[in-house]
């Protein structure tokens, strides 16, 4: 704009000089006013050009801030590109790896099962075969079940004992006789005596002073029994006594309390191989 305006005012010049001999006043006030008119577009133009270098300073101070954040954008966003391809790692890693404890899981309760089933056809064998070896007494108070994966043979006191006594009768060392020929063709079988009483006190039984000491002593009999006269071992027999305390039947009639008078022999599987597992 500038470079248009020099030429333009030394034209006006020349023409003035030109002009100065023979001018009128109309004409030289023409000239002024063309004058006037270019230095006020000079003036416009001098503005206009300061608005436009202010615009291009703002404009390449908002491009700079613009450039900032794009490249700081570029730059989170890369961050979660490799947290994302970090991630999607780690996940498939974890992935594999419950995968992979996953079928051990499988792979251990399809032993534990298989153990299990083992066990149990096992002790119905053994029910079945306890059932037969002493069917001739079971008439006389003798049963046999299965009860928590346990076989549970039950002699009434009245097969085993007289009245008050801890001293195995014959019936009773005949019906023993037959379970010992069972146990000892089963040696993986753990064995447990209990001795169970009424909730009748005991009187005049000398030195047996309650029905803790008459189910310990009656248990420890056929313990001795079946190790010392039928050659058990004595690592596989343990004897306790359960008193009272663990009745059938709550009541006190006779036929009640002499259901409750018994010993129970508790035949268990040994377990070493399924508690190895499950460790």
């Given at each position: 704009m500038r470079k248009l305006f020099i030429p333009a005012l030394a034209l006006f010049l020349v023409s003035l000089l030109a002009s100065c001999v023979v001018m009128s006043p109309k004409k030289l006030n023409t000239l002024l006013a063309q004058k006037d008119s270019l230095?006020?577009?000079w003036e416009a133009s001098k503005n206009k050009v300061s608005t436009l270098e202010g615009e291009i300073v703002s404009l390449r101070?908002?491009?700079?801030?613009?450039?900032?954040?794009i490249s700081d954008l570029e730059s989170k966003l890369k961050g979660l590109d490799d947290s994302y391809t970090s991630l999607r790692s780690n996940t498939s890693s974890e992935i594999r790896?419950?995968?992979?404890?996953?079928?051990k899981r499988e792979a251990r309760l399809k032993e534990v099962e298989d153990i299990l089933r083992k066990r149990d056809e096992a002790t119905n064998a053994l029910k079945n075969k306890l059932q037969k070896a002493l069917l001739g007494f079971q008439q006389s108070g003798l049963s046999v079940d299965i009860r928590n994966g346990k076989v549970y043979v039950s002699l009434t006191d009245k097969l085993l004992f007289s009245s008050g006594s801890i001293?195995?009768?014959?019936?009773?060392?005949?019906?023993?006789?037959?379970?010992?020929k069972v146990l000892k063709t089963q040696p993986e079988i753990n064995i447990s005596v209990e001795g169970h009483t009424d909730n009748q006190r005991v009187v005049n039984l000398g030195?047996?002073?309650?029905?803790?000491?008459?189910?310990?002593?009656?248990?420890?009999?056929?313990?001795?029994?079946?190790?010392?006269?039928?050659?058990?071992?004595h690592n596989r027999i343990t004897a306790t006594g359960k008193g009272e305390y663990q009745p059938i039947e709550e009541g006190?009639?006779?036929?009640?309390?002499?259901?409750?008078?018994?010993?129970?022999?508790?035949?268990?599987?040994?377990?070493?191989e399924l508690y190895n597992l499950i460790k």
């Open positions: 230095s006020l577009g101070s908002d491009s700079a801030i613009l450039n900032a954040r790896k419950l995968a992979d404890d996953l079928k001293i195995i009768d014959d019936k009773g060392k005949l019906a023993l006789q037959e379970l010992a030195q047996i002073k309650d029905n803790w000491d008459l189910s310990v002593l009656r248990a420890t009999s056929v313990v001795r029994f079946l190790t010392e006269t039928e050659k058990i071992e006190t009639s006779a036929d009640i309390r002499s259901r409750n008078r018994r010993i129970e022999i508790v035949l268990s599987p040994k377990l070493d």
